[in-house]
């Protein structure tokens, strides 16, 4: 059974910062670029970072450049989002997927975990 599972939100002040782990399970970890995504309420769901399967290649959104890191840890599957300076429009449930083709192109059949909460307070 294919699983993603979210885990290292919570409520946290502004400024303050959060570490969230993806744990992947049921599938070939190495072969898939892992992607963090966000969505708050009635907003669309955005890209916040990808990292690839072999190379290290690295992407961020603007909004959090700077700020968050994402690493990986192929011989524990898993995948980390390092979040500092947490801003109020951080506030959104985070996601992680497992993306075959890599971080620029989605099949529907692409792995998705079921979403962190992240609260940041003013």
């Known amino acids: 059974e294919v699983q993603l599972v979210e885990s290292g939100g919570g409520l946290v002040q502004a400024g303050g910062s959060l570490r969230l782990s993806c744990a992947a399970s049921?599938?070939?970890?190495?072969?898939?670029?892992i992607g963090w995504f966000r969505q708050a309420p009635g907003k669309e769901r955005e890209d916040v970072s990808c990292?690839?399967?072999?190379?290290?290649?690295?992407d961020y959104a603007d909004s959090v450049k700077g700020r968050f890191t994402i690493s990986r840890d192929n011989a524990k599957n898993t995948v980390y989002l390092h979040m500092n300076s947490l801003k109020p429009e951080d506030t959104a449930v985070y996601y992680c997927?497992?993306?075959?083709?890599?971080?620029?192109?989605?099949?529907?059949?692409?792995?998705w975990g079921q979403g962190t909460q992240v609260t940041v307070s003013s």
């Open positions: 049921g599938f070939t970890f190495d072969d898939y670029a």
């Open positions: 997927a497992a993306l075959f083709l890599g971080c620029h192109s989605h099949r529907a059949d692409d792995f």
């Open positions: 990292i690839s399967s072999s190379d290290g290649s690295i």
